[in-house]
């Protein structure tokens, strides 16, 4: 319950709240939403029709007036969900109006001043969690869906809204109701004449429940990337053509260039898409490894730079001799995961000198990648460089990824107990100390998916043996 | 309103849940009055003649622990006591007992009427005296009115009993004895849900009719584990039992008949227990299963009778013949009474409070089968809670409600009120979410200071109580400060016997939780004048608190995380109504317990998780902005 408290604005209780459901701005419509046990009543007291029925569930279209001047203010369709049949649970009252923020700030400040207020971030969707129209899991996945930067993130979000999770999860969790009821039956029922049970057919099942969950909890790494977006740095001595590398990035993809919430337009930091997949590219332009520089710079800055990036592209003059500050640099950054764009493939003695640099870790030859950013030649091969290790569409499980860190925690909790049961099958502890872990992987697995209950498990029982003393 | 005799307590019922509940509340010392149908059937076990097992037993002692009769009785009456789950982990080990019938009965009597202040009246009540929610008393068929202040229905099977055999029913509480039918109307007058469940029973066969050579002998434990923490030695002489089993060609005969079975013409409405299938049930369930187990248990010393356990029925009597005779071993044998089946009313114990009171009608308990379980035990922990809380009320003092965390009987009845029953209930040990910490053997340390403070459990067993805790405190000292070294003599036979390497040295309790380390292999290695000083139970009883301390340490985190709300203050005078969202039966419900934190509105029954999260945010909310 935490964990949805602070997830979410608090508020009271029992109050009528508004806010613009569309965005801030000028657009074609924009939403005004009313919830809570006075939503119709306020709605009244805008059409000021004295016969006032809205039909649940249909759009109306209906004069709304202005109370201090008995004006019209806009025609808007209003649509009434009537409790406890809408989003939140309680009755809701949608106006579609045109969208001119004046005029629809105006509206909500009328809405206000007739006993309601303003509703705080995400309230709407704790109301409809509070009064049991979502779970914990579609509620996050709403709170994801809203906030999806790009396609594949929204992609996500939508497929765990409807259940894909909870339906990737269920053969596991069968698979651990499969190892749970042969023991708690030995142990129930010693009485009655049971198959033996097998330990090693146990154990085996553990094994490969512990390997799929592995499995799916390893595409956190790349589910991560889809709902946050990856970073990649460009870094390289001065004058290989960073600066370039990074309009032409950002320049092909500037149909979709969007600014970082927080940063200024001067900030050397872009956002731009590939694959769907939001990049947050960072030009290091400014520093400099240089001898003279490092003092003033630092070595820990760079070092920063690295640490915080999922990706870090190196720039290389193809057109000059591999110089020994390339070579420093890609001391720096060879530990994590990097990869080679040799520019300036343009010019005359271009040499990919920078396969020198190809030692044990780094040796495919893909992630070494000749560009020019004054021709643009190559940025294909760059880009899907750049998505190469992340491997967003080729995964198992039709692309499905853990995008919660919740989620992956519990995942990660999941096979620790599996661990623990399997460790103590193999001493051979007695049943109920295995059934411990059991029990918790199935718990946590529960509060992604939902709850197994005891009476499932006896049910289980009852259904496989024939009990009965 | 005029009445004949007034008391304290009325129980209607002298089964195992009316006479924990009558034997608490005179012990409490209320006047009480057991009412039942026939005094010389006090005590009668119904259906098998057996006390305990899995789970079972942790209750038996549990009753025992607050100061109930039960254990003690099957202790003296018991003719054959085995530990069930011996080879297992100590928490899942339960103590399982047969009784003499017709012992138990007479000692069950015995028992009850040494009691000052219990009453035995014989009759069969018609109603229950109610007036503006409150009880009063009960009247009789033959027109007696007794008056009480407080009472505890504990009716088994016989509210609306109606008894199958073949396609002919009667009306009937058990075999020989009349249903309790106006008993029945009065409670659904009275606004009561009432379902229907169904239970069954084998035929009992003449011993002297059985060639016992053919079945497997199943032995009584050497050392018998005994029910009653007052108990120090098992007197009655151990019998053994005996193992057999049906054929394909008993099955293919049931499969033939199937259709006089009241089971599968659909004669049968009632629900019955899936733990304890019908013969019927088991051959067509499970088809491939080529034979099923059956016991045969002597129903007591003085006496030809044989339970034959796992062959429970409800087909004519002349059929159930023809199919025992099928069995190996049974070809010559002779049915003394037919199996079974009986239907009967149980009433949803959703209506009731952690008290076992219903939450309608003030000082009216409920214990036992009307509650929807089965079971001995599991009636007989009900009427002990009920009986105390009876009694408490009538003294006006505060009534006692047990905790899943800490009790099975807590369990039972949490899941009782909480998810009310769709099938009779039995407690199984995977039902605690803390079966490690829930030891039969721990029964005494968990639950007898709450049976002292209430006065149920008397001076001489509260002294005992406090011998046993202090002797394993010791013990465990000694267990932790006692080191095998290599000098030591016995370290190498040790080391060798487990095949393990103990190190320099190990401490007793260390070498204790390595595996395959028996309880009596520790025991030899205990200095010489504490080794004949310490019984085995005791000492398993010490190493069993160390082997599962870590999980339960770890499973208390988890819970407290979870339930870390539980603290959690509801002021006084809160408007629950205030709360939006919800409905006008979580407010009612909520408004009739007034709940003073957030863990006692969490264990209200019928409480949706909806509800509970909105009381909680606004709970939450308030802690806030205050």
């Known amino acids: ?469 | 309103m005029s009445f004949d005799e007034a008391f304290d307590v009325i129980v209607i019922g002298a089964g195992h849940a009316g006479c924990e509940a009558a034997a608490a509340a005179a012990r409490l010392g209320v006047q009480t009055a057991l009412v039942t149908l026939n005094l010389d059937l006090i005590g009668q076990m119904s259906c098998n003649p057996a006390i305990g097992g899995i789970a079972k037993g942790h209750l038996v002692r549990e009753i025992d622990a607050l100061g109930g009769i039960m254990g003690r009785i099957i202790d003296r009456t018991g003719i054959q006591f085995r530990l069930l789950n011996r080879s297992r982990g100590p928490a899942v080990q339960s103590p399982r007992a047969q009784a003499d019938r017709a012992l138990y009965r007479t000692e069950m009597r015995r028992t009850l009427e040494v009691i000052p202040n219990l009453h035995l009246r014989q009759g069969l009540v018609v109603d229950l005296i109610v007036k503006d929610s409150r009880i009063y008393g009960v009247e009789l068929q033959d027109t007696r009115r007794l008056r009480a202040k407080a009472v505890v229905v504990a009716t088994g099977t016989f509210l609306n009993g109606l008894i199958h055999i073949g396609r002919r029913t009667h009306s009937a509480g058990r075999a020989g004895e009349p249903a309790s039918i106006e008993l029945a109307e009065s409670l659904k007058r009275l606004g009561f849900p009432v379902g229907r469940l169904k239970t069954g029973t084998p035929p009992r066969l003449d011993g002297r009719t059985i060639d016992w050579n053919v079945f497997e002998p199943q032995p009584a434990d050497e050392r018998p584990v005994h029910f009653s923490f007052a108990t120090d030695k098992i007197e009655q002489p151990q019998i053994t039992c005996f193992i057999g089993y049906t054929t394909g060609a008993v099955h293919n005969a049931i499969r033939a008949n199937i259709h006089e079975s009241p089971l599968y013409s659909g004669k049968i409405k009632g629900i019955g227990p899936r733990y304890c299938p019908s013969i019927e049930d088991k051959v067509i369930k499970f088809a491939d299963k080529n034979r099923h187990q059956l016991f045969l248990e002597p129903e007591g010393h003085n006496t030809n009778e044989v339970y034959l356990n796992g062959f429970s029925t409800s087909l004519p009597p002349e059929l159930q013949q023809e199919l025992v005779r099928m069995i190996p071993g049974l070809e010559r044998a002779n049915i003394i009474r037919p199996g079974y089946a009986i239907e009967y009313d149980y009433v949803d114990p959703r209506e009731l409070t952690p008290y076992l009171e219903t939450v309608h009608i003030k000082d009216l308990f409920h214990a036992g089968q009307i509650n929807g379980t089965t079971g001995y035990e599991e009636a007989g922990c009900q009427g002990l809670i009920a009986g105390i809380n009876a009694a408490l009320s009538v003294q006006g003092r505060e009534r006692l409600r047990l905790n899943r965390e800490e009790s099975y009987i807590g369990v039972l009845i949490d899941d009782l009120i909480r998810q009310g029953v769709d099938e009779p209930y039995r407690i199984f040990t995977s039902r605690a979410e803390f079966r490690l910490a829930l030891r039969h053997d721990n029964a005494d340390a968990r639950l007898s200071p709450y049976g002292q403070k209430i006065g149920l459990v008397n001076d001489s067993d509260w002294e005992r109580f406090n011998q046993r805790r202090d002797k394993l405190v010791r013990l465990r000292s000694i267990l932790e400060s006692t080191r095998l070294r290599k000098s030591d003599a016995a370290y190498l036979s040790v080391s060798h016997a487990l095949a393990q390497d103990l190190g320099d040295s190990i401490t007793l309790i260390q070498l204790a939780n390595r595996p395959n380390a028996r309880p009596d292999l520790i025991k030899q290695l205990l200095p010489a004048e504490i080794q004949t000083e310490t019984n085995m139970a005791d000492l398993e009883s010490v190493l069993a608190d160390s082997l599962y301390s870590g999980y339960i340490n770890a499973q208390r985190a988890t819970f407290d995380r979870l339930h870390n709300h539980d603290s959690l203050r509801i002021p006084f005078n809160f408007s629950f109504r205030e709360i939006s969202g919800l409905s006008h039966e979580m407010i009612e419900r909520l408004e009739r317990v007034c709940p003073k934190t957030f863990g006692q509105a969490r264990s209200i029954p019928g409480l949706t998780p909806a509800a509970l999260s909105t009381l909680l945010v606004h709970l939450t909310l308030q802690q806030r902005t205050a």
């Open chain 1, 1 to 469: 319950m935490s964990a949805i408290l602070s997830s979410f604005a608090v508020s009271t209780i029992k109050d009528t709240i508004v806010a613009l459901s569309t965005p801030p701005g000028r657009s074609g419509i924009g939403v005004v939403r009313l919830s809570g046990t006075r939503a119709l009543e306020i709605s009244q007291l805008l059409v000021r029709d004295e016969v006032f029925a809205l039909e649940p569930n249909h759009a109306t279209l209906k004069k709304l007036y202005d109370p201090a001047t008995g004006k019209v203010l806009d025609h808007a369709l209003l649509t009434y969900f009537k409790s406890p049949h809408s989003f939140t649970g309680e009755d809701v009252v949608e106006f579609s109006c045109h969208g001119s923020p004046v005029l629809l700030r105006y509206l909500i400040d009328i809405i206000l001043s007739f006993d309601s207020r303003l509703a705080g971030p995400g309230e709407f969707t704790l109301r409809a969690l509070r009064n049991g129209r979502l779970n914990l899991s579609q509620a996050e996945a709403i709170r994801d869906l809203i906030n999806a930067q790009t396609k594949a993130a929204a992609q996500q979000a939508t497929r765990q809204l409807g259940g894909e999770l909870s339906a990737l999860l269920q053969p596991i969790k069968d698979g651990l109701l499969n190892t749970i009821v042969p023991l708690e039956s030995s142990l129930e029922f010693v009485e009655d004449d049971l198959p033996e049970v097998s330990i090693k057919e146990i154990s085996a099942t553990l094994f490969s429940l512990i390997n799929r969950i592995e499995e799916i909890a390893s595409t956190f790494q790349t589910g991560r990337l889809l709902r946050e977006g990856l970073k990649a740095t460009l870094v390289g001595r001065p004058n290989v053509g960073k600066s370039s590398v990074f309009n032409k990035l950002i320049a092909s993809d500037r149909a979709i260039i969007t600014d970082i919430p927080g940063t200024t337009r001067d900030s050397l930091s872009e956002m731009l898409t590939i694959e769907g997949v939001a990049i947050l590219l960072t030009d290091t332009a400014g520093l400099r490894v240089s001898a003279d520089v490092i003092e003033n710079l630092g070595v820990e800055r760079t070092k920063r730079a690295i640490a915080d990036a999922d990706l870090i592209i190196l720039v290389i003059d193809g057109s000059q001799p591999l110089m020994p500050e390339d070579i420093d640099i890609f001391k720096d950054i060879s530990s994590g995961p990097h990869l080679i764009a040799v520019n300036k493939n343009d010019l005359e003695g271009f040499r990919l000198d920078a396969l020198a640099l190809k030692e044990n870790k780094y040796n495919e030859a893909r992630a070494i990648v000749s560009i020019s950013a004054k021709s643009g030649a190559g940025f294909d091969d760059l880009r899907s460089a750049i998505m190469k290790p992340f491997n967003v569409w080729d995964a198992s499980d039709n692309g499905l990824f853990i995008t919660n860190a919740r989620h992956f925690d519990l995942l990660q909790r999941t096979q620790l107990a599996l661990r623990s049961s399997a460790d103590l099958l193999e001493a051979r502890a007695s049943e109920e100390l295995v059934l411990v872990g059991l029990y918790d992987a199935l718990r946590f697995l529960g509060e992604i998916t939902g709850e197994t209950t005891t009476d499932d498990i006896l049910s289980q029982i009852f259904a496989t043996f024939c009990i009965g003393k």
